[in-house]
């Protein structure tokens, strides 16, 4: 596996084909994420063209579609209702406290989750001067981490890395249609309290509530950079 910095022009196509005018949205301001999504409040319920939602956040985001459905695959294999053991969300399977940082309000809505999932990837790729593995690597396990590796791929994240690249190298992947139903109020919770702390939680039963709640208060104790790191 190479960890080399992938180029603008590389022929494995981690840069989308779309004309370099193309917008980038990749601060952290939530007002510019709202402009990247359709106009209206997130919808409870209904049906979603995951292809199309993936060619539009690869467009924004300056990535190609097949890459971000490479890490989709292997996150939640397209199911935007998915909630892994550590809290994290949806397609793209964002942490709540990463999801609040990206500007995403509703990470079961699966535009929201992929528009954000892309954004993060995006600033990982930026951060890691295009090395895609280690921009991989960042987005399982935090940045931070892969930082204090000197900017390259961690061990334990190898397997994850592989199948994303193999899924990505594999041909176009097609995620097709969706139905999703958003969980009942409060699932996730979009404010915040006065000292601005996400207050999401998963409300399935008592014990699970406890635990996530746990694991959030983790995240919002740990260094910026490793407030996204997974919990599996």
């Known amino acids: 596996m190479t960890t080399g910095p992938i180029k603008p022009d590389a022929p494995n196509g981690v840069v989308s084909s779309a004309p ?3 917008r980038r949205e990749t601060g952290g301001s939530s007002a510019d994420f709202a402009s990247t999504l359709r106009a209206g409040a997130s919808l409870s319920s209904g049906s979603a063209n995951l292809d199309a939602i993936f060619e539009e956040a690869g467009r924004i985001y300056n990535l190609s579609p ?31 406290g990463t999801a609040a940082g990206l ?21 990982m790729l930026d951060r890691f001067d295009g090395n895609l593995q280690a921009a991989l690597s960042a987005y399982n ?3 931070g981490r892969v930082s204090r590796n000197g900017g390259q791929p961690l061990s334990f994240t190898e397997g994850y890395v ?14 097709g249609m969706v139905a999703y139903n958003r969980p009942p109020s ?8 006065s000292q601005g702390d996400l207050s999401g939680l998963l409300n399935k039963d008592a014990i699970s ?21 997974r919990i599996f």
Do not use: C, H, W
């Not at 995403?104 to 600033?123: C, F, H, S, W």
């Open 66 to 96: 097949n890459l971000l459905k490479a890490v989709a695959k292997v996150e939640s294999n397209f199911r935007p209702d998915v909630v892994s053991r550590a809290g994290a969300i949806g397609v793209m399977q964002l942490m709540p």
């Open 186 to 193: 409060p699932n996730f919770l979009t404010t915040q309290d």
């Open 103 to 123: 500007g995403v309000t509703d990470p079961y809505d699966p535009e929201q989750n992929i528009m954000g999932g892309a954004k993060y990837l995006r600033q």
């Open 209 to 229: 509530q406890m635990i996530l709640m746990k694991i959030i208060e983790m995240q919002m104790n740990s260094s910026d950079d490793d407030k996204d790191k």
């Open 141 to 143: 396990a935090g940045p």
């Open 162 to 175: 592989a199948k994303v690249l193999s899924n990505f190298n594999g041909g176009d992947i097609s995620a």
């Open 20 to 22: 370099a005018a193309v």
